[in-house]
Nanobody
């Protein structure tokens, strides 16, 4: 089970940190990703971190503003979002990929998904 938290309503330029707590899976062996879906749009990749935290990969739209990290002792993955823009408004989902070494941006490669947390950025 993956449970996201930390979403909310913020103003442009603000920061938020999302968390995703995992249970019922060998968290430290999974690559963990964040995806988002805006109203009327397809789900899109945001960021991914390998099982060890040693490798990360970001969508161009968030590179330099968002940081993904994980704490395997707490079975939790984080997404720190800085300099938020109105176009970052979406439901944000975390996902787990059993191919722990992979930093894959393809949603189909992920085995487990959370229920999502809403992030709204006002201008």
């Amino acid at each position: 089970q993956l449970v996201e938290s930390g979403g909310g309503l913020v103003q442009a330029g603000d920061s938020l940190r999302l968390s995703c707590a995992a249970s019922g899976l060998a968290f430290s062996s999974y690559a963990m990703g964040w995806f988002r879906q805006a109203p009327g749009k397809e789900r899109e990749f945001v960021a991914v971190v390998s099982w060890s935290g040693g490798t990360t990969y970001y969508a161009d739209s968030v590179k330099g503003r968002f940081t993904i990290s994980r704490d395997n002792a707490k079975n939790t993955v984080y997404l720190l979002m800085n300099t938020l823009k109105p176009e970052d408004t979406a439901v944000y989902y975390c996902a787990a990929n059993s191919e722990g070494l992979e930093v894959d941006s393809r949603a189909d490669e992920y085995d487990y998904w959370g229920q999502g947390t809403q992030v709204t950025v006002s201008s």
